[in-house]
Antibody
Framework: EVQLVESGGGLVQPGGSLRLSCAASGFIVSTNYMSWVRQAPGKGLEWVSTLYSDGRTYYADSVKGRFTVSGDNSKNTLYLQMNSLRDEDTAVYYCARDPFSNGWYDFWGQGTLVTVSS | DIVMTQSPDSLAVSLGERATINCKSS????????????LAWYQQKPGQPPKLLIY???TRESGVPDRFSGSGSGTDFTLTISSLQAEDVAVYYC?????????FGPGTKVDIK
């Protein structure tokens, strides 16, 4: 059974850092395209970043230079290192699997809430 | 970036009646080389992550009830729920995956009348 479990969210001050984790089971993270998508409270969905199976990474302009996506094959886990956090980064962060490298997401984690506030 | 818009913002439909949600992209998401529209639909219930319903604009994901159908091409797309059930109350999002950044519509909330 495919499962994605995010962790690492919490309250952080503006300018601070957090690292989110997404532990996968039922499939191999490194052979799939994996993305982070966020949802601000009461708002819609915003794509944040994608880690391709060949190691390439892509970022939304809003997070480029501040966020870094990576994977650990030994732990079958996806990460999102978030630095220089801003108020507008407050959101639930979901990891999601792109099963055929086409761009749609067939499995999503339950999400982890990141709150940036002083 | 491709901007996705949806209409209406919300709608209320009687149980058993048809619900229709529209999605429009700011540029075509049709790729002529493979004759496919790079458009997906998701359902999100309160407190839950999005669930994939439709991809390639009209291909239903495995396990999705056949009352959900997608149509359209180019820049204009529709998600239809042919006979609304109580469990269909949710927000529905369209997403283009034609080009990065992949972008979502703002969502349409569906309720029971």
């Amino acid at each position: 059974e495919v499962q994605l479990v995010e962790s690492g969210g919490g309250l952080v001050q503006p300018g601070g850092s957090l690292r989110l984790s997404c532990a996968a089971s039922g499939f191999i993270v490194s052979t799939n395209y994996m993305s982070w998508v966020r949802q601000a409270p009461g708002k819609g969905l915003e794509w944040v970043s994608t880690l391709y199976s060949d190691g390439r990474t892509y970022y939304a302009d809003s997070v480029k230079g501040r966020f870094t996506v990576s994977g650990d094959n030994s732990k079958n886990t996806l990460y999102l290192q978030m630095n220089s956090l801003r108020d507008e980064d407050t959101a639930v962060y979901y990891c999601a699997r792109d099963p055929f490298s086409n761009g749609w997401y067939d499995f999503w984690g339950q999400g982890t809430l990141v709150t940036v506030s002083s | 970036d491709i901007v996705m818009t949806q209409s209406p913002d919300s709608l209320a439909v009687s149980l058993g009646e048809r619900a229709t949600i529209n999605c429009k992209s700011s540029q075509s998401v049709f790729y002529s080389s493979n004759n496919k529209n790079y458009l997906a639909w998701y359902q999100q219930k309160p407190g839950q992550p999005p669930k994939l319903l439709i991809y390639w604009a009209s291909t239903r994901e495995s396990g999705v009830p056949d009352r959900f159908s997608g149509s359209g091409s180019g820049t204009d797309f529709t998600l239809t729920i042919s006979s609304l059930q109580a469990e269909d109350v949710a927000v529905y999002y369209c997403q283009q995956y034609y080009t990065t950044p992949f972008t979502f519509g703002p969502g349409t909330k569906v309720d029971i009348k």
